[in-house]
């Protein structure tokens, strides 16, 4: 099993549409979690971290179920600077900072 | 705000030359990373670094590769007889802290290109 696994996408969704992304983690000891995006050959940038109770950042909501090691992230009223791919990232350890990147998640919002 | 700057941003090199490179990490961040990704594929986490030591690594970080931090405010990634599958975008990340909830800062990556 991969340590960081997302749902593969592309997703093409219209502007003002709901899209959520899945990501499930392989280590039970995960214990940092977030979401970055990543435009087109630039760096990840952070998008949000992902707390255990669940929180939210504007249009962005993110869940975390440590039982079923899931994390989720939902844009609400999508726009179309939101296009990016969307990185889930976990930390291996407890207390280790070293983090595994999912392979992303491409969006792309349309007109 | 500050940021994380990485220099080249372009290298270009021939396979087997050595290629050094340089990151400036934020000034009060104490941990640092090079992460690596192959265009096209995910990004792949290569080294991390504390306390002027290496703290982990990869499989992909063999004897080919090494970082130093050898001033106050650098942190070099040196391939020392760099292969075509090397070619790759190169990040370098600080962060402030260890641990729960401390995220990852990326510099504007290094790309480069080995022929």
């Known amino acids: 099993r991969k340590e960081v696994e997302q749902d593969p996408g592309p997703f093409n969704v219209p502007e003002g549409a709901t899209v959520a992304f899945n990501c499930t983690y392989s280590?039970?000891?995960?214990?940092?979690f977030f979401w970055y995006r990543q435009d087109c050959r630039k760096e990840p940038k952070l998008l949000m971290s992902?707390?255990?109770s669940g929180n939210e950042d504007g249009r962005f909501t993110a869940q975390l179920n440590r039982a079923s090691q899931y994390i989720s992230l939902l844009i609400r009223d999508s726009k179309l600077s939101d296009s990016a791919t969307y990185l889930c990232v976990v930390t291996l350890h407890y207390n280790n900072n070293d983090m595994r990147f999912g392979a992303g998640t491409r969006l792309t919002v349309k007109p | 705000e500050p940021e994380v700057t990485q220099t080249p941003s372009h290298q270009v090199t021939q396979m087997g030359q050595e290629v050094i490179l340089r990151c400036v990490p934020i000034?009060?961040?104490?941990?640092f990373y090079w992460y690596r990704q192959i265009l096209g594929q995910k990004v792949e986490f290569l080294v991390s670094?504390?306390?002027?030591?290496?703290?982990?690594k990869s499989e992909i970080f063999d004897d080919q590769f090494s970082v130093e931090r050898p001033d106050g405010s650098n942190f070099t990634l040196k391939i020392r007889s760099t292969k075509l599958e090397d070619s790759a975008m190169y990040f370098c990340a600080s962060s402030e802290l260890e641990g729960e909830n401390s995220p990852l800062h990326f510099g504007n990556g290094t790309r480069l290109t080995v022929t």
């Open positions: 992902v707390y255990s």
């Open positions: 280590n039970s000891a995960s214990q940092s």
């Open positions: 670094f504390y306390n002027n030591e290496i703290s982990e």
């Open positions: 000034s009060n961040h104490l941990y």
